[in-house]
């Protein structure tokens, strides 16, 4: 099992720029597919982002192209969101998530097994 903090989230306007942080510890960075989901109350846990063991191979979700990137580097242990371009509909509580499979989507949460505690972002208009 690996713990996960997130950190960088806040208050921004639309079109500013947020860098989310998530820090892991406990386990083997790199062996684990990495993802950024987010959630907003009585919603399902939407997919923002996930990236392989090596981070070579990327999926962003739809409504995100071209504003986020998602990075990690296995050498600290610490996976990144980088958002631009944010808009009001991108307010949620932002979650990283680690998972051990071996195969899969990587687009759903109940492919994933350690999660962070979340952080919030909002986004103003």
């Known amino acids: 099992q690996v713990q996960l903090v997130e950190s960088g989230g806040g208050l921004v306007q639309a079109r500013d720029s947020l860098t989310l942080s998530c820090a892991a510890s406990?386990?083997?960075?790199?062996?684990?597919?990495m993802g950024w989901f987010r959630q907003n109350p009585n919603a399902d846990r939407e997919f923002v982002a996930h990236?392989?063991?090596?981070?070579?191979?990327?999926l962003i979700g739809e409504s995100m192209k071209g504003r986020f990137t998602i990075s990690r580097d296995n050498a600290k242990n610490t996976l990144t969101l980088q958002m631009n371009n944010l808009k009001p509909e991108d307010t949620a509580v932002y979650y990283c998530?680690?998972?051990?499979?071996?195969?899969?989507?990587?687009?759903?949460?109940?492919?994933?097994?350690?999660w962070g505690q979340g952080t919030q972002v909002t986004v103003s208009k």
């Open positions: 990236i392989m063991r090596a981070g070579f191979i990327t």
């Open positions: 406990g386990g083997a960075f790199s062996s684990y597919v």
């Open positions: 998530a680690a998972s051990r499979r071996r195969s899969g989507s990587f687009m759903f949460a109940n492919e994933f097994d350690d």
